[in-house]
T-cell receptor
Framework: EDQVTQSPEALRLQEGESSSLNCSYTVSGLRGLFWYRQDPGKGPEFLFTLYSAGEEKEKERLKATLTKKESFLHITAPKPEDSATYLCAVQATTSGTYKYIFGTGTRLKVLA | NAGVTQTPKFQVLKTGQSMTLQCAQDMNHEYMSWYRQDPGMGLRLIHYSVGAGITDQGEVPNGYNVSRSTTEDFPLRLLSAAPSQTSVYFC???????????FGSGTQLSVL
């Protein structure tokens, strides 16, 4: 069964305290892995797409990496404005059709 | 740029009532979709469309109906609301299926 698991569910960091969020997946026919950021009361906002193992993408304090079984979202020296829920989604192809599978997210709180 | 616009932002219904959630995008995207987001669960696909006149079911389609008469609009109809449909609903679009999703700001629906 295709599955996406994110850990931890929640994370509290002090400003400047670097950490990593994990997204592990089991899917057949992986087409891409996506990271989104979701602020309270808003829709998810796209951050990164990763397509193959070994690929890395960076944006400001965020860096996403991908292996054959999991992806990490590394947050370097976070600031309070990085507080949000981070969602991971994988896109898989099955019998010629595409489907997105979302994880339940990691709620990140960065304290000043 | 408006992006993806959803209305209403909040809605309270009584069991058995019907209503339509509106979604419009101004990016000329082919692919549009509806998700629901419930606590402890990832976003789940309700219905999607790959172009005007073409719709298909997602993971949790029961109790919902969609149509796509134009490229811009993709309304979601609740035929006879049930308490199990209490959720936050998101409309999302992409330039084509498989690309990053652009989400609306969501509709918080309560069914009493």
């Amino acid at each position: 069964e295709d599955q996406v698991t994110q850990s931890p569910e929640a994370l509290r960091l002090q400003e400047g305290e670097s950490s990593s969020l994990n997204c592990s997946y089991t899917v057949s026919g992986l087409r891409g892995l996506f990271w989104y950021r979701q602020d309270p009361g808003k829709g998810p906002e796209f951050l990164f797409t990763l397509y193959s193992a070994g690929e890395e993408k960076e944006k400001e304090r965020l860096k996403a990496t991908l292996t054959k079984k999991e992806s990490f979202l590394h947050i370097t020296a976070p600031k309070p404005e990085d507080s949000a829920t981070y969602l991971c989604a994988v896109q898989a192809t099955t019998s010629g059709t595409y489907k997105y599978i979302f994880g339940t997210g990691t709620r990140l709180k960065v304290l000043a | 740029n408006a992006g993806v616009t959803q209305t209403p932002k909040f809605q309270v219904l009584k069991t058995g009532q019907s209503m339509t959630l509106q979604c419009a995008q101004d990016m000329n995207h082919e692919y549009m979709s509806w998700y629901r987001q419930d606590p402890g669960m990832g976003l789940r696909l309700i219905h999607y469309s790959v172009g005007a006149g073409i719709t298909d079911q997602g993971e949790v389609p029961n109790g919902y109906n969609v149509s796509r008469s134009t490229t811009e609009d993709f309304p979601l109809r609740l035929l006879s609301a049930a308490p199990s449909q209490t959720s936050v609903y998101f409309c999302a679009s992409s330039s084509r299926r498989g690309e990053k999703l652009f989400f609306g700001s969501g509709t918080q629906l309560s069914v009493l």
